[in-house]
């Protein structure tokens, strides 16, 4: 039986991630993840795409909030804006978001690390932001600030296959996935539909198309070309042009899940077409 190898969360979208052995699995995703995020004076969102030196901010997390660290900064602890915070809307993919703004010591910090005017908004637990109505099922379909969808799944199966194409091996965290599998086959999860993670069912919905975020190195956040040139060769998909790797989920049950647990496949469908450019 395929298993669940680690787990991962990303509190700031696009910085640092943080490893865990368990996680509660919450509507919008696993608790915690990407509900904090940076935005431009339009309130825009901002990412690696366009600031790779997100990749350098490391991340804590503590009971009322964050702790930042990022080369030749200090530390930063940021607590979680209350309800007397002042709100501002956010836009994340052409999605509009109630947010709360952390403050100006926060603004501060990261504009002088990302030499950039943003600003720090907290996602708060009343604020609602739907998912894609093409995969939703219902109203408790929603997502925090991640790109589209709820987890992201991974299979360090496929990792290896693309790997073996690459002159450089790449490490698992290039795709910053929520949940990374192992003991499955390369690319079986084109294939899942439903599956059991320890207790909790998921539905598998989307692949995802790869973007650019992928060929910036997580520990020095330099560009490069891969993985996406090698993607490209076999895993484009030709409906939408995009390279795929993993599978974006939506929880149907809630519950927690742990490094370890059994990955159990409850309903297959048809893996998508890919192939070469």
């Given amino acids: 039986m395929?298993?669940?190898?680690?787990?991962?969360v990303y509190p700031l979208k696009s910085a640092g991630g943080v490893d865990l052995a368990s996680a509660t699995?919450?509507?919008?995703g696993l608790a915690g993840d990407r509900r904090w995020m940076l935005v431009d004076p339009d309130g825009k969102f901002i990412s690696q795409r366009t600031h790779p030196e997100l990749a350098l901010v490391r991340v804590a997390t503590y009971a009322d909030g964050l702790q930042l660290e990022a080369p030749e900064q200090p530390s930063l602890?940021?607590?979680?804006?209350?309800?007397?915070?002042?709100?501002?809307?956010v836009e994340v993919w052409g999605d509009r978001v109630?947010?709360?703004?952390?403050?100006?010591?926060a603004h501060a910090w990261f504009a002088d690390?990302?030499?950039a005017d943003l600003r720090l908004v907290y996602m708060p637990p009343e604020a609602r932001r739907e998912v894609d109505e093409a995969f939703a099922t219902g109203p408790n379909d929603i997502v925090s600030f991640a790109d589209g969808y709820p987890l992201l799944l991974t299979n360090e199966a496929s990792l290896d296959d693309l790997?073996?194409?690459l002159?450089?091996?790449?490490?698992?965290?290039?795709?910053?996935?929520?949940?990374v599998v192992r003991g499955a086959e390369a690319w079986a999860e084109d294939g899942w539909r439903r599956l059991r993670i320890g207790d909790v069912m998921f539905r598998a919905v989307k692949p995802c198309g790869r973007c650019m975020v992928t060929t910036i190195d997580q520990q020095t956040a330099e560009r490069g070309k891969e993985p996406l040139t090698t993607l490209a060769q076999f895993r484009r998909d030709p409906s939408t042009g995009k390279v795929n790797f993993g599978w974006n989920l939506i929880p149907e049950t809630l519950g927690t899940i742990s490094a370890g647990d059994g990955v159990e496949v409850v309903e297959r469908g048809v893996?998508?077409?890919?192939?070469g450019v």
């Fill in 2 to 8: 395929s298993t669940v190898a680690s787990l991962h």
């Fill in 25 to 28: 699995v919450e509507r919008r």
């Fill in 113 to 115: 690390f990302l030499d």
């Fill in 163 to 165: 790997n073996a194409r």
């Fill in 271 to 275: 893996a998508p077409d890919v192939g």
């Fill in 167 to 179: 002159e450089q091996p790449l490490p698992m965290n290039r795709f910053r996935p929520n949940v």
């Fill in 77 to 89: 602890t940021v607590p979680f804006p209350g309800s007397s915070a002042e709100g501002l809307e």
């Fill in 98 to 105: 109630e947010a709360r703004l952390a403050g100006g010591v």
